[in-house]
T-cell receptor, first 112, second 119 residues
Framework: AQTVTQSQPEMSVQEAETVTLSCTYD???????LFWYKQPPSRQMILVIR??????QNATENRFSVNFQKAAKSFSLKISDSQLGDTAMYFC?????????FGTGTSLTVIP | GAVVSQHPSRVICKSGTSVKIECRSL??????MFWYRQFPKQSLMLMAT?????????EQGVEKDKFLINHASLTLSTLTVTSAHPEDSSFYIC???????????????FGSGTRLTVV
C-alpha cells in the first residue's frame, strides 16, 4: 500500500523562527519522487520543494529544506526564517506509477 | 512556467442540475490530467485520471456516471457533475502533466480549484 502520514495536524511558529514539519511514507516502489506542497487560503496548490528518491543529497530551495531519510521513509520539511506568508496548509506527497499520494496535511500558522 | 487554468473558480447550482468544470493547460500539452476532490481541512482525494483521447480511469467509489470526465484534447479536460446534489458540494482541483521529454514525475501543475455549492 502507498501511504503518506503527517502526524502534526496543526503547528505554529514565531515569525523569523525555524519550524520542521514531519512526514513519513510507505511505498514498495524503488523509483519515486517526494514533494511538499503549500496550500494557502486561496486553495492554490503551490510546489514548495521536491526530492528525487535516488538522490542522497537533501533538496534545498531558499528558506525551505528537507531531511530525507530513505531507509526510514521519512521526509521532513524545515522552514527557516518563517514569514507571515508561510501561513498555509502543507501537504507531503510522493509520486509512484504516475499517481500522487498525499498526506492529510499540516496547518502551519506563523505568529507575528 | 507551466500554467493550468481552471474555471469557474466558484459555482452555485440548484440540486438536480449539471455543472461543468474546465481545466486547461495554457502553455503546454497535457497527456494526463487528474481530478481531485478536497473536503474542508482534508487532503486531496484522487477521483479520476484521464488521458487524452481515451476514457478516464476512476478511483474506487467514484461514480463515473455522476462525474463525467472528458479529455478531448491535449490542452483541455472537463469534469461534469451530473444531477448535482448537496453532498456533491466540495472543492474540486485538476492537475495536468506535461507531455513528452524531461524527467519522469516532473511537470505536474495544479489548477486553482473550483468551489462547488449545490443548493
Amino acid at each position: 500500500a502507498q501511504t503518506v502520514t503527517q502526524s502534526q495536524p496543526e503547528m505554529s511558529v514565531q515569525e523569523a523562527e525555524t519550524v520542521t514539519l514531519s512526514c513519513t511514507y510507505d511505498t514498495s516502489e524503488n523509483n519515486y519522487y517526494l514533494f511538499w506542497y503549500k496550500q494557502p487560503p486561496s486553495r492554490q496548490m503551490i510546489l514548495v520543494i521536491r526530492q528525487e528518491a535516488y538522490k542522497q543529497q537533501n533538496a534545498t530551495e531558499n528558506r525551505f529544506s528537507v531531511n530525507f531519510q530513505k531507509a526510514a521513509k521519512s521526509f521532513s520539511l524545515k522552514i527557516s526564517d518563517s514569514q507571515l506568508g508561510d501561513t498555509a496548509m502543507y501537504f507531503c506527497a510522493f509520486i509512484a506509477g504516475n499517481q500522487f499520494y498525499f498526506g492529510t496535511g499540516t496547518s502551519l500558522t506563523v505568529i507575528p | 512556467g507551466a500554467v493550468v487554468s481552471q474555471h469557474p473558480s466558484r459555482v452555485i447550482c440548484k440540486s438536480g442540475t449539471s455543472v461543468k468544470i474546465e481545466c486547461r493547460s495554457l502553455d503546454f500539452q497535457a497527456t494526463t490530467m487528474f481530478w481531485y476532490r478536497q473536503f474542508p481541512k482534508q487532503s486531496l482525494m484522487l477521483m479520476a485520471t484521464s488521458n487524452e483521447g481515451s476514457k478516464a480511469t476512476y478511483e474506487q467509489g467514484v461514480e463515473k456516471d455522476k462525474f463525467l470526465i472528458n479529455h478531448a484534447s491535449l490542452t483541455l479536460s472537463t469534469l461534469t457533475v451530473t444531477s448535482a446534489h448537496p453532498e456533491d458540494s466540495s472543492f474540486y482541483i485538476c492537475s495536468a502533466r506535461a507531455a513528452g521529454g524531461g524527467r519522469p514525475y516532473y511537470g505536474y501543475t495544479f489548477g486553482s480549484g473550483t468551489r462547488l455549492t449545490v443548493v
